[in-house]
């Protein structure tokens, strides 16, 4: 069964906004030294302090309710910080927790760099969908046979875009045959 994936940070999370608030700018843009935020972020609690989005619930809602009716499940693939694998997943996780986002079966939630390495179901070989603002992570998604959405939710309309690109992903899911083997 095809999993939909949302990503975290600038889908679900704001994270830009959470690292302009930390560094007391106004923008993300403005922070010249990026890799020190990174070496910074370790071993912190900084993934639960993090927003929603005015639209996280809204989307969340919608996937599950079209993962349904299509027999479709629903996940999370996340990137950890790099460095920081364990504890990053940690407080995600708790994050999901406390927004109450966690998906249903613990097997969807995925924390990996290799965001690509999850593009199939292993079973009837169906494509797997990922919802995520990074162009790079929608082109090898993309690349290694999964539908790859690029969404932002600070720039990108939920329902005049996403919802739209989801319906046609969801369209070739349904009309890819199951593989028997
Ligand atoms: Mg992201």
Redesign the pocket.
């Known amino acids: 069964m095809s999993v939909i994936y949302l990503?975290?940070?600038?889908?679900l999370a704001d994270?830009f906004g959470g690292i302009a608030d930390l560094y007391n700018v106004d923008h993300w843009k403005s922070i010249k030294d990026k890799d020190k935020v990174f070496v910074d972020l370790r071993n912190t609690d900084f993934f639960n302090t993090l927003n929603p989005f005015p639209t996280t619930f809204k989307l969340a809602e919608h996937v599950k309710t079209v993962a349904w009716q299509n027999e479709i499940r629903c996940g999370i693939n996340?990137?950890p910080l790099r460095g920081d694998k364990y504890n990053s997943a940690y407080w995600k996780r708790i994050w999901l927790e406390r927004m109450n986002l966690m998906p249903n079966d613990l097997d969807d939630l995925v924390f990996t760099e290799n965001k690509h390495k999850f593009t199939k179901d292993p079973v009837d070989r169906r494509p797997n969908i990922l919802i995520?603002?990074?162009p790079e992570?929608i082109d090898n998604f993309n690349a290694a046979g999964g539908i790859g959405i690029r969404y932002q939710a600070n720039q990108d309309d939920l329902e005049e875009y996403l919802f739209i690109e989801l319906e046609k992903a969801i369209a070739i899911i349904n009309a890819t045959p199951k593989s028997s083997s």
């Open positions: 990503d975290m940070d600038g889908v994270f996340s990137s995520d603002d990074k992570n």
